[in-house]
C-alpha cells in the first residue's frame, strides 16, 4: 500500500478540464518534490511533470501541476480522447530511507 | 537520442533468481542514477530501487533482502537480480534514468514466477 493517495478513477468530457489529487504526508509530499507520469495500456510510463510544476520538453501546455501543503495535483485542459490513459504521481519520503513512492495510479476516461 | 533497451528471462521458476540487464545509449551513464521499477500485471508502479556508475546503491526496503544491483560503466549497463522469487513478483519490470523525476524509461520486460 502507497503512503500517496490517488483517486483510483476520473471522467471528464472532451475539451473540459480534469484535476488529479495526490494526497500524502508531511515526510513526503509536504517536503519533496512531486512528479507525475502518464501510462498508455501495455507501454511504458511518460514523465508529465516534475518538480511539482515543470514540463519537461515536448509536453503540452494543457497538462500542469501544483502542489500544496500535503497534496499534489495534476491538471489537464482542453481534454482530448487521446489523454486517456493511467496517471501516477510520485515522490520520496524523507522519514522512510529516501524511499521513492508512486501513487496508486488513476484512470482517466474521456467519455 | 538517449535510449534504455533491457532485456532478460521472461518465465523464472518459483524461488529461483529473476535477472534482467538495462544497455543506456546515445548519451551519458555517469551523470545519473538508474533505477528499476516494477508493476504487476493491472496494478500500480513500485519502485525497487537505484544505482549510479559508481556502484552505490539505494533498494526498497521490503525488497532489499533479496535485490542486488550492479554495473559496468565501460558497456553503459546496469543490472537487477532478484532472487527467491514467488508469484507475487511477477511483474513487468522497467529500467528508468533518474533518482527523484524519472525521464527516461526501457520498454519493459514481463517476468513471470511460474513453475
Known amino acids: 500500500q502507497s503512503v500517496l493517495t490517488q483517486p483510483p478513477s476520473v471522467s471528464a468530457a472532451p475539451g473540459q478540464t480534469v484535476t488529479i489529487s495526490c494526497s500524502g504526508s508531511?515526510?513526503?509530499?509536504?517536503?519533496?518534490?512531486v512528479s507525475w507520469y502518464q501510462q498508455f495500456p501495455g507501454t511504458a510510463p511518460r514523465l508529465l511533470i516534475y518538480d511539482n510544476s515543470k514540463r519537461p520538453s515536448g509536453i503540452p501546455v494543457r497538462f500542469s501541476g501544483s502542489k500544496s501543503g500535503t497534496s499534489a495535483t495534476l491538471a489537464i485542459t482542453g481534454l482530448q480522447t487521446g489523454d486517456e490513459a493511467d496517471y501516477y504521481c510520485?515522490?520520496?519520503?524523507?522519514?522512510?530511507?529516501?524511499?521513492?513512492?508512486f501513487g496508486g495510479g488513476t484512470k482517466l476516461t474521456v467519455l | 537520442q538517449v535510449q534504455l533497451h533491457q532485456w532478460g528471462a521472461g518465465l523464472v521458476k518459483p524461488s529461483e533468481t529473476l535477472s534482467l540487464s538495462c544497455t543506456v545509449s546515445g548519451g551519458s551513464f555517469s551523470s545519473y542514477w538508474w533505477t528499476w521499477i516494477r508493476q504487476p500485471p493491472g496494478r500500480g508502479l513500485e519502485w525497487i530501487g537505484e544505482?549510479?556508475?559508481?556502484?552505490?546503491?539505494n533498494y526498497n526496503p521490503s525488497l532489499e533482502s533479496r535485490v542486488t544491483m550492479s554495473v559496468v560503466k565501460s558497456r553503459s549497463q546496469f543490472f537487477l537480480n532478484l532472487t527467491s522469487v514467488t508469484a507475487a513478483d511477477t511483474a513487468v519490470y522497467y529500467c528508468?534514468?533518474?533518482?527523484?523525476?524519472?525521464?527516461?524509461w526501457g520498454q519493459g520486460v514481463l517476468a513471470t514466477v511460474s513453475s
Open positions: 528508468a534514468r533518474g533518482f527523484i523525476r524519472f525521464d527516461l
Open positions: 510520485a515522490t520520496w519520503d524523507s522519514s522512510l530511507h529516501a524511499r521513492k513512492f
Open positions: 508531511s515526510s513526503n509530499i509536504g517536503t519533496n518534490y
Open positions: 544505482i549510479n556508475h559508481a556502484g552505490s546503491t
